[in-house]
């Protein structure tokens, strides 16, 4: 089940799935990848590469003291295209490549066997460099931040598919110095579920949002039956542009205001990635990264 088919389970904001077991050529559990998903792993890449190769230096001249990667919704570490079979590294390993080299990466999933899996993955010399966590990333994120001082500069990487995170988590993240890499699942397969969320009292979703006000909003009136016609890409726009301005008032300085949107084949549209950052050298290293599309072509951005 993808991103834009899936149903939610509205009490753990995971997309309901078939236990299909995925394995890599390394005999491990693997994730059924689209060829979208691989298209937001380069934007990780480029954007960890550039940010380590922009501040390795200021940790040289003691500006900071470590530059750190979170992940708390790692994967088992391995893709798997439905289509073409391909393979390719998830955003944890992805992050462990990147040189000039984090000094520290923190690694988290629900499902321990992606944790068992990803171990396996990392190599012995890099194992020293990790924390691995099976748990709930909305858990587990205050035992990483209590790691993270004063003088560490990270950054995160949120990837759920749905409503998995609880905006509380996210606001926890804002207040130390990291840079914020969320995908926000904005497909129609979420918009769908908006429906059902809107027929329960106390929804995931408020947790989600941080908040019932996304009730109100346009995309949720349109799911709720209230507009005869599909909503135009404007209403839905509103919808992430809501949500990214209340990410970035839990204390981003600046924040993406043209989040990248992510379509399938039949251009539907699955998701947007926002970028956050406390500084307006991220934002800057970001705005160049998304100039160049994933291809290596030049946008007319
Ligand atoms: C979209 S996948 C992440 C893919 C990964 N970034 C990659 O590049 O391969 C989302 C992951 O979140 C995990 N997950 C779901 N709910 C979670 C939660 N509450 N806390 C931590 N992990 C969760 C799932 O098991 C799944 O592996």
Redesign the pocket.
């Known amino acids: 089940m993808e991103r834009n088919a899936g149903t939610f389970n509205l009490q753990s904001g995971?997309v309901l799935r078939r236990p299909v077991k995925l394995l890599g050529s390394d005999g491990l559990p693997a994730?059924r990848a689209r060829i979208w998903t691989r298209e937001k792993?380069r934007y990780l890449q480029k954007y960890a590469q550039a940010f380590m190769t922009a501040m390795a230096p200021k940790r040289s001249q003691g500006k900071w003291e470590h530059l750190d990667y979170i992940?708390?919704?790692?994967?088992?570490?391995l893709?798997i295209v439905r289509e073409t079979k391909e393979e390719f590294d998830?955003?944890p390993l992805i992050a462990l490549k990147i040189k000039p080299a984090f000094d520290h990466l923190y690694f988290?999933?629900?499902?321990a066997k992606?944790i068992t899996a990803l171990k396996s993955r990392v190599s012995a010399k890099d194992a020293d460099r990790v924390t691995f966590s099976a748990?709930?990333?909305?858990i587990v994120v205050d035992e990483v931040l209590k790691q993270i001082s004063s003088r560490t500069l990270g950054l995160a990487?949120i990837?759920?598919?749905g409503f998995?995170v609880d905006f509380e988590t996210l606001t926890k993240l804002a207040k130390k110095r990291i840079d914020l890499l969320y995908l926000f699942a904005s497909g129609i397969g979420v918009r769908r579920n908006l429906k059902n969320a809107l027929s329960v009292a106390n929804s995931r979703l408020d947790k989600w949002w941080g908040g019932k006000d996304w009730r109100d909003l346009p995309a949720a009136r349109w799911a709720a039956g209230k507009f005869s016609e599909e909503p135009s890409e404007k209403v839905l726009q509103s919808f992430v542009s809501a949500f990214r301005k209340k990410v970035a008032s839990a204390g981003f300085q600046f924040q993406d205001e043209e989040a990248l949107p992510f379509t399938n084949t039949k251009n539907a549209q699955i998701y947007h990635l926002l970028f956050f950052s406390h500084d307006q050298a991220g934002l800057t290293i970001w705005n160049n990264i998304k100039k160049i599309a994933p291809g290596g072509q030049r946008t007319l951005l």
């Open positions: 995971r994730r792993l992940d708390l919704l790692s994967g088992p570490g893709s998830g955003s988290a999933d629900l499902n992606n748990g709930d990333c909305n990487f990837d759920p598919e998995e």
